[in-house]
């Protein structure tokens, strides 16, 4: 064992590709064809470095190749200056400078408002080409806090992005991209000053200085989670998005703490660090956390096998609701998280932000983007930061993290896109254990008492490195194939682990152990989709297939000299031996393959009822081989499961606005425990009803959700009553309730993200009888969560805002046999911002109220119940130029 590596782990290519030839040849040769076949052609004979029309913005990768080519007319255009004297050396005539950009979604399309410090603007004739529609206004320079562009992703229903840019001294381009047509869009202007002054241009070389924000984002229409990007409230299912700007107002640093806006999802806590953030959804735990659609270490989806995730380079979180295997394969009914990386942007963007607060938290943080090549074929994206905190317990040793993720998307052709990313993280933090259940309840400690030792620390490595190549036959087929390697490695110091609680001594029964763990997997998956009608019905199709092989290994060393220390009354100072000298406790390694076929129909049936169904097969193989040691002997095991997971739903518009829809889908996850017999169980399976009603409000700029869902769990492995060292599947749990989630904007600057949720959860079949009708752990009835912003929109004070945020959560009960409860707990944060030109400073409030409150469960009355965070202040100041 030893330390986990300091450096990214370096991926040999060759013995990757031995690796997946050996599990499968014909995969990895018809993905290394496709490649080959569509990307070597016009590598060899691309011109690098040729630039035509290299002032043209690209709004957006789904431009289509149609529409690039017929926008790409204006040759040669000037290099634009970003200096007041330089643009009116540029241009003899009087520019209008748009200070100012907003998004309005109408009822047919969009409408983008130029605002304008003095002068307007005539409205331009609209020009079209493929699936965007551009407008060429004259005699305007753009004059935003943000520089010289403007990007918003997925503004309204059915408009994939608005980009405005200064295509040269004399004019401005703002391009809206449709997703699937061209888009309804026209462009106004508006005089942002009620009393204009005329303005004379300085002799001196100043920088333009500039006024203006942009569009609000609390809203997003759409999401990749779905498989298609159709309009959530066009899908018959519940899907709630976290867009980035709620992740920088709250300023969040863990995926944990941005779910805490949707309704029905419940942090189960870290694992002792081993293995990051679980989470439960409408009560199910082991909800797999997936980046850009890609699951990691395996397919089970069980819980504990997935680390911390760093937002700093997240777009959004998707929230998808309900059993979804038919996309993702093995996994929990109860829904799934996916992280949704940010893309390279076609414009020069760059930010730096520092970050500081409470526990000598600081977090300095960098995010650059823009073209590699003079043509802009070529883009690249990076973002790092180093992180440190001191947590609020005792320890010794800071949370500290390294991180690194840069991304490069080539257009490789007018039809084919290429999207490398890699991602680097390495973290040292205290090993953290929670506390254990006394009585009916937790025990009643000081918030900052451990049950280890002070210097206990583990270290997490991980690294993921993939691609994605998407070719459009044409507008309506497309063909995606992608690849992702991810390795996650965890290795424990010595370490005294707490094995059992003695309630009546009040003693932790503690020993000193090490672990270490390595786990990898390679992905690939390879899908189409295509838009065709049959007569007037019209269809939107989903095919894929989908590959994992998985490769782990755990080893661990214990010393099981017992090492007692008194909950009440704890004194710390255990000397540790050397890691190598710990008595070998054993291990084991695990391989496995599984294979996903999957085939969808979006059907619009009539304009306004459509119809999704579709249906997947999985079928996986695992092999276990012991490591003997003083635990285990020598020898393996074999699990073997297959399973269809269907799922249907109906959505009916009752309006532009409003949908009704209902849906049901299945699930399943694999069993690993065996019967008395040594057979592995049948796999569980999981199905669920779903009712709902979405609307928008306001022009699209809220959106709010209202469903009912009733979801089932069977085949749950449970102590066989007659062998009691075996299991049976016999076990069955049920979650209904109902869900409400809003978000968006009520008026201009007056932003929000808002849930509420009931659900019940419950044992309705079990061994053992005492438990049957108990409420599922962790789980409360009754949460809400509100967080609300408001932004001066002008005046002096423009740009300052204010924030304000409350989260509820009911009693829960600490385990499946509701031997102990965990308390309710009411938290409030607030916020305090300003903007001004290019900078952003802003000062968070967390827990202001300083509620001591047990936040996680695990499910046991050991040493799994995890206390929430005191108060904290977080402060950051941020600059883009």
């Not at 333009?208 to 309009?231: K, Q």
């Amino acid at each position: 064992m030893g330390q986990a590596p300091t450096c990214p782990e370096i991926i040999n290519i060759k013995s990757i590709h031995n690796i997946i030839m050996k599990y499968d040849r014909i995969l990895f040769a018809g993905a290394t064809f496709a490649i080959a076949s569509i990307a070597i052609p016009e590598f060899l004979s691309s011109e690098i470095g040729y630039a035509s029309a290299e002032n043209l913005i690209q709004a957006s990768n789904q431009i289509d190749s149609e529409s690039v080519e017929k926008v790409q007319t204006v040759e040669n255009l000037q290099q634009v200056s970003t200096k007041a004297s330089g643009l009116l050396a540029q241009n003899a005539t009087n520019s209008v400078k748009v200070t100012g950009i907003k998004v309005s979604p109408t009822t047919n399309g969009i409408e983008v408002i130029l605002e304008t410090a003095i002068g307007s603007i005539t409205p331009p004739a609209p020009q079209t080409s493929g699936k965007l529609v551009y407008f060429d206004i004259p005699n305007a320079t753009l004059s935003l806090p943000d520089g010289d562009r403007f990007l918003v992703e997925n503004p309204a229903k059915g408009i994939a992005n608005v980009s405005v840019s200064q295509a040269n001294a004399s004019y401005v381009r703002v391009i809206v991209t449709g997703v699937d047509a061209v888009p309804q869009a026209s462009v106004i202007s508006r005089n942002a000053n009620p009393n204009p002054v005329a303005q004379t241009p300085d002799d001196g070389e100043e920088d333009i200085v500039v006024t203006g924000d942009r569009a609000p984002s609390y809203r997003v229409p759409n999401a990749s989670v779905t498989g298609t990007n159709t309009p959530i409230l066009e899908t018959p299912f519940s899907v709630q998005v976290i867009p980035r700007d709620i992740i920088r107002d709250q300023q969040i640093t863990q995926v944990k703490d941005a779910l805490n806006n949707v309704s029905g999802v419940t942090f189960g806590g870290d694992v002792q660090g081993r293995s990051g953030n679980t989470f439960s959804i409408r009560g199910f735990t082991g909800s797999p956390v997936i980046l850009d659609g890609f699951r990691r270490f395996g397919s089970s989806g069980e819980a504990g096998t997935q680390p911390n995730f760093e937002v700093a380079n997240l777009e959004r979180i998707e929230v998808l609701k309900g059993p979804a295997s038919i996309l993702y394969g093995a996994i929990e009914p109860g829904g799934l998280i996916n992280l949704v990386s940010k893309k390279p942007l076609a414009t020069p963007f760059y930010e730096v932000e520092l970050q500081a607060g409470s526990r000598n938290f600081i977090r300095p943080r960098f995010d650059f983007s823009g073209p590699l090549s003079d043509d802009g074929k070529v883009l690249y994206r990076v973002n790092g930061l180093f992180q440190n905190q001191n947590v609020f317990q005792n320890y010794t040793q800071p949370d500290q993290k390294y991180y690194i993720a840069p991304t490069i998307a080539w257009k490789i052709n007018d039809q084919t896109d290429l999207n490398i990313a890699f991602e680097y993280a390495n973290s040292t933090r205290p090993a953290t254990f929670g506390i254990p259940a006394v009585g009916k309840g937790v025990a009643d400690i000081p918030r900052d008492r451990i049950i280890t030792e002070p210097s206990d620390t583990v270290t997490n490595t991980t690294v993921n490195l993939g691609y994605t190549l998407e070719h459009r036959f044409d507008p309506n087929w497309k063909l995606r194939n992608a690849f992702r390697y991810t390795s996650y490695n965890y290795d424990f110091g010595v370490v005294a682990l707490p094995l059992a609680f003695i309630e009546a001594t009040g003693n932790v029964f503690r020993v000193l152990a090490s672990q270490e763990s390595q786990n990898k997997d390679y992905t690939f998956q390879t899908n189409v989709t295509g838009e065709f009608a049959t007569g007037d019905v019209k269809h939107t199709l989903l095919a894929g297939i989908d590959y994992v092989y998985r490769d782990s290994r755990i080893i661990s060393a214990v010393d099981f000299t017992p090492r007692f220390l008194n909950l009440f009354n704890p004194t710390y100072g255990l000397v540790k031996p050397s890691e190598n000298t710990l008595p070998n406790f054993g291990g084991s390694t695990t391989t496995g393959n599984s294979w996903g076929f999957y085939l969808q129909d979006q059907i619009s049936i009539l304009k306004n009822l459509k119809l999704l169904a579709g249906i997947r097969y999985d079928v996986l193989s695992q092999r276990t081989v012991n490591i003997p040691g003083s635990s285990t002997d020598s020898g393996e095991s074999t699990l073997n499961a297959s399973a269809f997971t269907p799922r249907i739903g109906l959505l009916y518009q009752l309006t532009d606005t409003l949908s009704l829809y209902g849906s049901y889908s299945q699930s399943f996850t694999p069993n690993t425990a065996t019967t008395a017999s040594g057979q592995a169980l049948e796999p569980q399976r999981g199905w669920g009803y779903e009712f709902g009603i979405k609307s928008e409000f306001l022009d699209g700029k809220l959106f709010a959700t209202l469903a009912y869902f009733d979801i089932t769990k069977q085949n749950i492995a449970v102590t066989d009553p007659n062998f009691p060292l075996f299991s049976i599947a016999s076990g069955e749990q049920r979650s209904r309730g109902i869900e409400f989630d809003v978000s968006g904007e009520i008026l201009p600057g007056w932003k929000i993200i808002a849930s509420y949720a009931n659900i019940n959860g419950e044992v309705t079949a079990d061994s053992d009888p005492t438990i049957i009708g108990n409420k599922l752990f962790g789980l409360p009835q009754n949460s809400a969560s509100l967080w609300t912003t408001y932004e001066i929109q002008q005046g002096d004070l423009q740009g300052l805002g204010f924030g304000l945020g409350f989260k509820y959560v009911g009693d829960r009960q600490g385990d499946l046999s509701n031997s102990f409860a965990l308390g309710s707990y009411f938290t409030t944060d607030a916020a305090i911002f300003y903007k001004r030109d290019k900078w952003r400073f802003a000062l968070n409030f967390k827990n202001i109220g300083d509620v001591k409150y047990i936040e996680s469960a695990f499910g046991t009355r050991g040493a799994s119940n995890n206390f929430g965070d005191p108060f904290t202040v977080v402060g950051s100041v941020s600059l883009q130029f």
